[in-house]
């Protein structure tokens, strides 16, 4: 069974400009997660996504956003990019995102914003 | 305010030996403990998933345990190898599904 899927591995964008990220979840899992993960902050949550709809929310301002589509296939949307949006971006999925379960991570997207 | 922390923040030790890395959280909401492995650059790779109703997990040579009454979760590793150097990351699971808090992480070094 094929793990979690990122794309693409490394991006490089400017200031100001926008990006969009991708994860494909293991076969069956509905749930997918976003995470941000900085050397200073380490790994904060941003969003979890089931059924097309956003569950949850972490603490982050509007520039960031997802989406979900009917095959579970997720995007996370980050406009008007800042230096400090340069970070290492996880994806995880899971069956249900129910209480309890366990959360398959993919490799990571990572960003630099100059 | 830090939720889940770890501690050493680094470690080094010479291979063969036993080592035990240390997690701790204050929320009392958090329910479960998730033990993660990080190599540089990479993405999470799970070890161990202790849920409230247990109060250990083992695999091969990891044992991790879970105490929610003191908020502490240790990881033991059993004869220390090289390939085991990496960062270990403990997350404890909070709300009704299943988001992550995660700790500060511990950069093991396993020296040949």
Not at chain 1, 41 to 66: I, M, V
Not at chain 2, 52 to 59: I, N, P
Request: proline share 4%; charged share 15%.
């Amino acid at each position: 069974k094929a793990g979690v899927t990122q794309t693409p591995r490394y991006l490089i964008k400017t200031r100001g400009q926008q990006v969009t990220l991708s994860c494909s979840p293991i076969s069956g899992h509905r749930s997918v997660s976003w995470y941000q993960q900085t050397p200073g902050q380490g790994l904060q949550f941003l969003f979890e996504y089931f059924s097309e709809t956003q569950r949850n929310k972490g603490n982050f301002p509007g520039r960031f956003s997802g989406r979900q589509f009917s095959n579970s296939r997720s995007e996370m949307n980050v406009s008007t990019l800042e230096l400090g949006d340069s970070a290492l971006y996880l994806c995880a999925s899971s069956v249900q995102g129910s209480r309890g379960e366990k959360l398959f991570f993919g490799s990571g997207t990572q960003l630099s914003v100059l | 305010k830090q939720e889940v922390t770890q501690i050493p923040a680094a470690l080094s030790v010479p291979e063969g030996e036993n080592l035990v890395l240390n997690c701790s959280f204050t929320d009392s909401a958090i329910y479960n403990l998730q033990w993660f492995r990080q190599d540089p650059g990479k993405g999470l790779t799970s070890l161990l998933l202790i849920q409230s109703s247990q109060r250990e997990q083992t695999s091969g040579r990891l044992n991790a345990s879970l105490d929610k009454s003191s908020g502490r979760s240790t990881l033991y590793i059993a004869a220390s190898q090289p390939g085991d150097s990496a960062t270990y990351l403990c997350a404890g699971g909070k709300g009704a599904t299943n988001k992550l808090i995660f700790g500060t992480g511990t950069l093991l070094a396993v020296q040949p």
